[in-house]
Each structure stands twice: as structure tokens, then as C-alpha cells.
């Protein structure tokens, strides 16, 4: 019998959530995560890894506990031994940007991938084994005492971690990000997570519409005039404007804008 059937299996569930771009980085991190947290965490386990998404959906009213209780039924489901859930949310507790969620009762974690920020691949590489780590300290495993981390090691591990809010008795714990630095780092994060390059692609003939327009209108006389006519403030009033006018469409059009509950960590 080959020794590594003697060594204890956990079993780890990686969850993307929606199934877009976070199930892409799912599929990249759950084909080196074994070796990691064979090396970061514990090697006398035997690690596998599951990957899946679409069967936890992100509820814009229930915040970071609705998603983890969504994440709990899953794991459940499929007797995963701990879960963490990548999802392309912005996450908040206190009006500052939650980087990750621990719960060590349900036995699963949540990250945010924008308040990553741009590498977010590499930060993902030191985080997951420190809350899987984590998760199975908290959680008293008796038939896998792994090393466990402290979770203060964590934030001084990945850059956008500033500090950790919660009780480890507890086993809630949250991984936040500073205010000023933290929200920086998340709305580069949501840019990339949106990728504005495919939707510049997807917008490729009301593009190419909007210069048509402008060129022609810039070979007439009309528009010449009117620009001497007015003075510049009067101009930079015209443009502001006009981006305040898109930009409230756009947000109104899409249901872009939410406010969050004052009593929700989400």
C-alpha cells in the first residue's frame, strides 16, 4: 500500500462566484493550490482540491453572511472539508473594504478579488493556504492538526490586508483593508474584473457612430463658432455637463447603484 493512502485527506472547495471572471481565477489557482498548502501549511496531508461555481450566487441585500450561509450549503452538499469563495463582489464592514471573511463555524472563507487589487493571482497564492490554515485551527481539527497560522501573520503576508477585525475565540474573523489605500486598491480591482477592453470591443460600432459624428461636426464652421462665442467656463460647464448627464444614464440604466444596509457587513 503506497504511503500517501496513509496520510489524512482534506479535501479544499474552491468556489467562483459569479461564474466569470472569478471562475477563471479559480481554475488557475486550484491547479497549483495542492503543492502549496502541501508546502505553506501541512505536508503530512494529503490535499485535494475541488473547484466549482454558479451554485453560490452573490445577494446583493444578504452581504458577506448570506454568501458564507450559501457557502456552508455547498460545502455540506458536497462534504467538502473547508471552502473559500472567490467572488468579484465589493465587500464592506464599517464603510471599509473587507478583503476576506472567516468563518470558522461554518468552515468556509470569502475573498474579494477586487479589494486584491491588480495582482491579484499573487496575492491569492499567500492568502487561501493562511484562511485554509486558518479555518482548520479554528475548527480544532483532531484528525489533521495542521500549523496553523496567527492571523496577524496573514495581513503582514498580503499587501492589501491591513488589519484583522473580529474574535478568534469566536471563529469570526475579517480581513480589512486601510481606508484610504484599501479603496484605491479595490476600484483598480473592479476595473480590471470588468475588463473594460472587451466592453470597448462590445461597443465597437457605437464607437466608431460617436466619431463619425465628431468628425463631421468638427469639418463644419458651427462648432468652431460656438466655441469663440462662449468662454471657457462656460465651456467646462457645457462638458461636466454632459459627463454628469452619461454617467447618471449609464448608473440608472444598468441598476448600478446600491446603498448598503447600516447594519450589514456586506
Not at 44 to 62: I, L, N, S
Not at 131 to 153: H, I, Y
Not at 203 to 228: P, Q, V, Y
Request: hydrophobic share 50%; net charge positive.
Amino acid at each position: 500500500m503506497a504511503i500517501s493512502e496513509h496520510r489524512p485527506e482534506i479535501v479544499v472547495g474552491l468556489v467562483a462566484t459569479p461564474p466569470d471572471y472569478p471562475a477563471q481565477v479559480v481554475a488557475r489557482l486550484a491547479a497549483e493550490l495542492a503543492d502549496r498548502l502541501a508546502e505553506q501549511v501541512d505536508q503530512q496531508v494529503r490535499w485535494t482540491v475541488r473547484a466549482g461555481w454558479g451554485e453560490v450566487a452573490p445577494r446583493r441585500d444578504g452581504g458577506v453572511e448570506a454568501l458564507l450561509d450559501d457557502l456552508a450549503r455547498r460545502r455540506a452538499d458536497a462534504r467538502w472539508d473547508v471552502a473559500i469563495c472567490l467572488t468579484d463582489l465589493p465587500l464592506h464592514t464599517k464603510r471599509v473594504p473587507l478583503v476576506a471573511h472567516t468563518s470558522a463555524r461554518r468552515r468556509v472563507a470569502a475573498v474579494s478579488l477586487p479589494a486584491l487589487g491588480l495582482r491579484q493571482l499573487r496575492a491569492l497564492r499567500a492568502a487561501v493556504p493562511g484562511l485554509v490554515s486558518r479555518l482548520l485551527t479554528d475548527t480544532s481539527e483532531e484528525r489533521v492538526p495542521p500549523t496553523g497560522r496567527a492571523p496577524a501573520e496573514l495581513a503582514g503576508q498580503v499587501a492589501a490586508i491591513h488589519r484583522v477585525v473580529g474574535q478568534a475565540d469566536a471563529g469570526e474573523l475579517g480581513y480589512v483593508a486601510s481606508r484610504l489605500a484599501g479603496r484605491v486598491r479595490l476600484l483598480t480591482g473592479m476595473i480590471r474584473a470588468n475588463r473594460p477592453g472587451r466592453a470597448l470591443l462590445g461597443l465597437s460600432k457605437l464607437l466608431a457612430g460617436a466619431f463619425a459624428t465628431a468628425a463631421f461636426a468638427l469639418t463644419t464652421n458651427t462648432i468652431w463658432e460656438m466655441g469663440d462665442a462662449l468662454d471657457g467656463l462656460r465651456l467646462t460647464v457645457i462638458m461636466l455637463l454632459g459627463l454628469t448627464a452619461l454617467v447618471t444614464w449609464l448608473i440608472i440604466a444598468h441598476d448600478l447603484w446600491e446603498k448598503p444596509d447600516r447594519g450589514d457587513t456586506g
